[in-house]
């Protein structure tokens, strides 16, 4: 039986043992490599990095090979939430119930600690260490770059969060909240899949099956996370609740009401479950992750 | 004869122009975008595209198949610009004659179009549009990718933010202001001679040399840029001056004085030349550029 609780837990430790590791030998930065590493330790449930390990083992791919990009995704998370989390931004105190970077150390630091990380993503990404050196080695790394800078910038990541600051105290219809969400939450989720997919040498076939799984996973997550600010326990998110009805934010329980935004998360992971009903049981983890989306409580 | 002012002015035109045609290829990205192209429309004196141009032709590498790169670097040199006038940083209101990006804009928008750009650079430098297909561009490409990642991040272009920071109100000795200003400007400078060189398809040792002629370049340039601070132009610089000492900013002028200032930049511009004693007239450009540092007004 595959038991979903225990995989996440050696995931989670695999990519935090990364980061300790990593950040162990560039200690001699000072501040802002400290930084970068009290935001990137808070943790979280590191769902880029392990859906991107996941995807690379669907297709028969070794973590070993994956990790290094696995980790750069995390980055890139992590420095959106250091962003996000700004005064000029969301305005967030705590995070993973711990002080936001900001709070911890000052703005000047937490804007170049998120610099930094997302930077040293692609640093990581391109670093020799990593990427094996033939041809398709090579040529591979250039495409997850690619893929990665797409969803994570101004067309991807960056755009939803200009969208959703924009839109607050503004009522969307649902076609532009979706586009909204598919931006800030979905872009990195699916791209995070792709890069797992490419790691694990997929075929055309199977790229474009858990690109579907993942835009359709992402879409989900971000309806479970705007139902869970609603009805979730503060305790056991490690953040407050409430706070998107506070700032007037466009969520889908407010344009779709609780029950149906329910009810559309459910659909949506049937329809994630649907994209990857060829893969054999090493796409177990993958099905489960879904599944875990609608069912998780923080 | 070989004329520098004609010379930056068709290459600042050429780099100019290929931002207004990238950008208008995604002007639909609204705020997030404008805001981009507003920062690196600003102009200023496109030192870092204009090294990397420069670096290919001494090699008699084609300008054409280096203006991504350049045009790349500078993309994260202006997201660099951005970040650093916010006013958690140092707070400035004026670059290069106009409002700054958050202050034509807002906080946010800054913020997150200094991450677009920087997003943005990676995502050129591993478009597939723009980079030979064969294992040699494909594998150089991830080698800049790397470089470029290197000078931008944590071990150099943010720490040196970081260290400009901290050190203010402090008193640096020279050996201190040195490490911070290699890695604050001098890091980047250096990766956009490289960058060039790789693309010029320049072997080991002109690599070294041009390395060597782009770490003395760039520490000649703060230098001449700390004394610009004191003795310049305002009008003609667009900018503010005195505002290094209103800091207590630690400059080359505040620990060696004006006039051994002048003469250290003078012996590192000297030094950048010998450095690429070797080359022939292909590298007229980059004596020339290496002389005007110090000659500069603005």
């Given amino acids: 039986m595959f038991d979903l609780e225990t995989y996440l837990a050696s995931k989670q430790k695999i990519i935090t043992n990364w980061f300790d590791d990593y950040f162990s030998q560039i200690s001699s930065s000072g501040r802002v490599a400290e930084a970068m590493l009290y935001a990137v330790a808070a943790g979280g449930k590191r ?23 696995a980790c750069a995704l995390e980055m890139i998370h992590t420095y959106s939430l250091i962003h996000d989390d700004l005064p000029a931004m969301d305005n967030d ?21 998120g610099d930094a990380l997302l930077t040293l993503a692609f640093q990581v990404l391109s670093d020799p260490l990593y990427i094996a050196g033939d041809m398709d080695g090579v040529r591979k790394s250039l495409g997850i770059i690619n893929t990665i800078a797409a969803a994570a910038g101004h067309e991807g990541m960056v755009q939803g969060q200009m969208l959703d600051m924009l839109s607050e105290g503004t009522v969307l219809g649902i076609e532009d909240l979706r586009n909204l969400h598919q931006k800030k939450t979905g872009a990195l989720i699916e791209a ?5 997919a490419l790691l694990g040498d997929a075929e055309a076939a199977e790229i474009k099956a858990l690109k579907q799984y993942g835009a359709y996973l992402g879409l989900a997550f971000q309806v479970a996370d705007d139902l869970l600010n609603i009805t979730g326990d503060p305790q056991k998110m490690g953040k407050s609740v409430g706070t998107d009805a506070e ?13 149906e935004s329910r009810q559309f998360a459910v659909e949506l992971v049937e329809k994630a479950l649907q994209a990857i009903e060829a893969f054999d049981k090493k796409a177990h983890p993958l099905r489960a992750i879904a599944r875990y989306v609608i069912e998780r409580n923080r």
């Fill in 247 to 259: 700032r007037n934010k466009n969520t889908y329980p407010s344009v779709l009401g609780l029950a």
């Fill in 93 to 113: 105190r705590l995070r993973r119930g711990k002080p936001t970077t900001h709070i911890r150390y000052d703005e000047a630091t937490a804007i170049l600690a």
């Fill in 192 to 196: 995070s899949v792709v890069t797992g």
């Fill in 47 to 69: 769902v880029r990095p392990v859906l991107c390990l996941a995807a690379a083992e669907a297709l028969g791919g070794s973590q070993h090979g994956a990790l290094y990009a």
